[in-house]
C-alpha cells in the first residue's frame, strides 16, 4: 500500500527550497514506491478524476511525455497548452490566467522562460503549480537526477561526490547545485570563469549543504574538479533561446567536454561512476547540429558507455513527475 506525507497536500515546486530536504527525500521515495507499483503492472487511480493543464513556451520531449504519462496511469488527465492555444502574456495576463485556469485544473504544470511566471501562476491559480523549467530553474529534472544516482548507489547519497561541466550559470547547473545541496552531495561547478554562478546562489546552496556535511565549489579546471567523482554532469552548451550565443559558448566550453581521458581523470572509471545528461545531448553526428560541428558537450563512447545512466534519468521524469502530482493531488484513500 503506497502512503505518502500529507504535508505535500496541495504543495507548488517553483524551485526545490519550497521543500525542506527531508521532504524533497520523502518525494524520492515515493516515485521509487510508484515506480516499483509500475513495473509490477499495475494501473492505478489515485489520479482520479484529476486534471493537469501543461501551459508550454517551450517545447519538450521528457517532460510533456513524462506528465501525460504519469497523469493516466493513475487515472488522471494532462491537458497540453502551448502558446497557440492560450493567450497568458499575450491577450490575457499571467494573472488572468492563473485563475482560469486554476478554477478548471486541478493543478498546472508550467514551462517556459520567466521564473516570474510560475511565481505568478502560483499566487493566483489556487491550485498546485509546478516548475517544469524556467529560465531559472529545473526542479524536476533533478529529482529525476538524484533518484537515478540513488538506484546506482543506494538511497543515502551522503558524501558521494557529483561533477557538473558546462555552462555554470544555467538552470540546471542551479537547481543540481541546490539539490545536491539538500541531498548531502558534494557539488562542483566546473565551468570557464566567464559562466560562473550567481555568487548568491552559492552560498545559499553551500549553506544547505553544511547541513548534511556537504561542500559546494565552482572550478575552473576540469581534469582538478573530476578528481573522485561519482557522477559527471552535463548538459547542452547553448541553451534554448540562445541559439545566437553558439560560436562564443562553443569557444569557450570545448576544453569542458565530457570525454573519456576525462572519465578516467576520476580515477573510478570501471568502479562508482555514472554519466548523467538531462537531454537532447550533441553527441554524435545524427543531429543538424551535431553533423555540422561534431559531438560537442559529451563524446559518444561516454554517453554509449555501461556507465552512462542518461535513459534511466530520461525514464524517471516520469516517476518523479507522478510523484509530484500523487502528493499534491492525488487520493489518498485510493492507494
Same mark, same amino acid.
Given at each position: 500500500?503506497? $502512503?505518502?506525507?500529507?504535508? %505535500?497536500?496541495? *504543495?507548488? #515546486?517553483?524551485?526545490l527550497? &519550497?521543500?525542506?530536504?527531508?521532504?524533497?527525500?520523502?518525494?524520492?521515495?515515493?516515485?521509487?514506491?510508484?515506480?516499483?507499483?509500475?513495473?509490477?503492472?499495475?494501473?492505478?487511480?489515485?489520479?482520479?478524476?484529476?486534471?493537469i493543464?501543461?501551459?508550454?513556451?517551450?517545447?519538450?520531449?521528457?517532460?510533456?511525455n513524462?506528465?501525460?504519462?504519469?497523469?493516466?496511469?493513475e487515472?488522471?488527465?494532462?491537458?497540453?497548452?502551448?502558446?497557440?492555444?492560450?493567450?497568458?502574456?499575450?491577450?490575457?495576463?499571467?494573472?488572468?490566467?492563473?485563475?482560469?485556469?486554476?478554477?478548471?485544473?486541478?493543478?498546472?504544470?508550467?514551462?517556459?522562460?520567466r521564473?516570474?511566471?510560475?511565481?505568478?501562476?502560483?499566487?493566483?491559480?489556487?491550485?498546485?503549480?509546478?516548475?517544469?523549467?524556467?529560465?531559472?530553474?529545473?526542479?524536476?529534472?533533478?529529482?529525476?537526477?538524484?533518484?537515478?544516482?540513488?538506484? $546506482?548507489?543506494?538511497?543515502? %547519497?551522503?558524501? *558521494?561526490? #557529483?561533477?557538473?561541466?558546462? &555552462?555554470?550559470?544555467?538552470?540546471?547547473?542551479?537547481?543540481?547545485?541546490?539539490?545536491?545541496?539538500?541531498?548531502?552531495?558534494?557539488?562542483?561547478?566546473?565551468?570557464?570563469?566567464?559562466?560562473?554562478?550567481?555568487?548568491?546562489?552559492?552560498?545559499?546552496?553551500?549553506?544547505t549543504?553544511?547541513?548534511?556535511?556537504?561542500?559546494?565549489?565552482?572550478?575552473?579546471?576540469?581534469?582538478?574538479?573530476?578528481?573522485?567523482?561519482?557522477?559527471?554532469?552535463?548538459?547542452?552548451?547553448?541553451?534554448?533561446?540562445?541559439?545566437?550565443?553558439?560560436?562564443?559558448?562553443?569557444?569557450?566550453?570545448r576544453?569542458?567536454?565530457?570525454?573519456m581521458?576525462?572519465?578516467?581523470?576520476?580515477?573510478?572509471?570501471?568502479?562508482?561512476?555514472?554519466?548523467?545528461?538531462?537531454?537532447?545531448?550533441?553527441?554524435?553526428?545524427?543531429?543538424?547540429?551535431?553533423?555540422?560541428?561534431?559531438?560537442?558537450?559529451?563524446?559518444?563512447?561516454v554517453?554509449?558507455?555501461?556507465?552512462? *545512466?542518461?535513459?534511466?534519468?530520461?525514464?524517471?521524469?516520469?516517476?518523479?513527475?507522478?510523484?509530484?502530482?500523487?502528493?499534491?493531488?492525488?487520493?489518498?484513500?485510493?492507494?
Amino acid at each position: 500500500m503506497l $502512503s505518502w506525507n500529507p504535508a %505535500l497536500a496541495k *504543495r507548488h #515546486l517553483r524551485t526545490l527550497s &519550497d521543500f525542506t530536504d527531508d521532504e524533497m527525500l520523502e518525494l524520492l521515495e515515493l516515485a521509487e514506491a510508484l515506480k516499483r507499483r509500475k513495473d509490477s503492472g499495475i494501473r492505478g487511480d489515485l489520479l482520479h478524476r484529476r486534471n493537469i493543464a501543461l501551459i508550454f513556451e517551450k517545447g519538450s520531449t521528457r517532460t510533456r511525455n513524462s506528465c501525460v504519462v504519469a497523469a493516466q496511469d493513475e487515472g488522471g488527465n494532462a491537458e497540453y497548452l502551448n502558446p497557440h492555444d492560450i493567450h497568458i502574456g499575450h491577450k490575457e495576463s499571467v494573472k488572468d490566467t492563473a485563475r482560469v485556469l486554476g478554477r478548471l485544473f486541478d493543478g498546472i504544470l508550467f514551462r517556459g522562460f520567466r521564473q516570474s511566471t510560475v511565481e505568478q501562476l502560483a499566487e493566483y491559480a489556487g491550485v498546485p503549480v509546478w516548475n517544469g523549467l524556467t529560465d531559472e530553474s529545473h526542479p524536476t529534472q533533478i529529482l529525476a537526477d538524484l533518484m537515478t544516482m540513488r538506484q $546506482s548507489f543506494g538511497a543515502d %547519497l551522503h558524501g *558521494r561526490k #557529483l561533477v557538473y561541466i558546462g &555552462d555554470g550559470r544555467n538552470n540546471v547547473a542551479n537547481s543540481l547545485m541546490m539539490g545536491c545541496a539538500k541531498a548531502g552531495v558534494h557539488y562542483v561547478n566546473c565551468t570557464p570563469a566567464e559562466l560562473s554562478p550567481d555568487a548568491e546562489l552559492v552560498a545559499r546552496a553551500r549553506e544547505t549543504a553544511a547541513r548534511h556535511g556537504a561542500t559546494v565549489t565552482v572550478e575552473h579546471d576540469p581534469k582538478t574538479a573530476v578528481r573522485g567523482a561519482n557522477a559527471l554532469y552535463t548538459d547542452v552548451w547553448v541553451s534554448m533561446g540562445e541559439e545566437d550565443k553558439q560560436a562564443e559558448r562553443l569557444r569557450l566550453l570545448r576544453p569542458y567536454q565530457v570525454n573519456m581521458p576525462l572519465c578516467e581523470a576520476t580515477g573510478n572509471l570501471g568502479g562508482e561512476l555514472i554519466f548523467l545528461h538531462c537531454l537532447p545531448a550533441f553527441h554524435d553526428f545524427e543531429t543538424e547540429v551535431s553533423r555540422e560541428t561534431g559531438p560537442l558537450e559529451v563524446t559518444d563512447d561516454v554517453f554509449e558507455s555501461d556507465f552512462s *545512466r542518461v535513459f534511466d534519468e530520461a525514464e524517471n521524469r516520469m516517476h518523479t513527475i507522478k510523484a509530484l502530482f500523487v502528493s499534491a493531488i492525488g487520493d489518498s484513500s485510493r492507494a
